[in-house]
């Protein structure tokens, strides 16, 4: 199912619209363009409640684990 949507441009970018109309689908430009922007905004969304959960999640690594984890990655070398 569709739904029209109209919007305005300025008289001269229409009389460019039109100049190349033959070789352009302005319609079929648009709403890629659109589909493709709410779908970067979806991700967008998603990314921060992605983040927010994260947040909520309380892990602490135990005292000195990042020190240890650093030497033995050097000694295994």
Do not use: H, Q, T
């Amino acid at each position: 199912m569709s739904a029209v949507v109209s919007f305005k441009v300025r008289k001269e970018i229409k009389e460019k619209m039109d100049k190349y109309r033959n070789r352009v689908n302005w319609a079929e430009e648009l709403r890629k363009f659109v589909e493709e922007r709410i779908k970067r905004l979806e991700a967008e969304e998603n990314m921060r409640k992605i983040i927010e959960k994260l947040k909520e999640i309380n892990v602490e690594a135990p005292s000195g684990f990042a020190a240890r984890s650093v030497r033995e990655d050097r000694d295994s070398c």
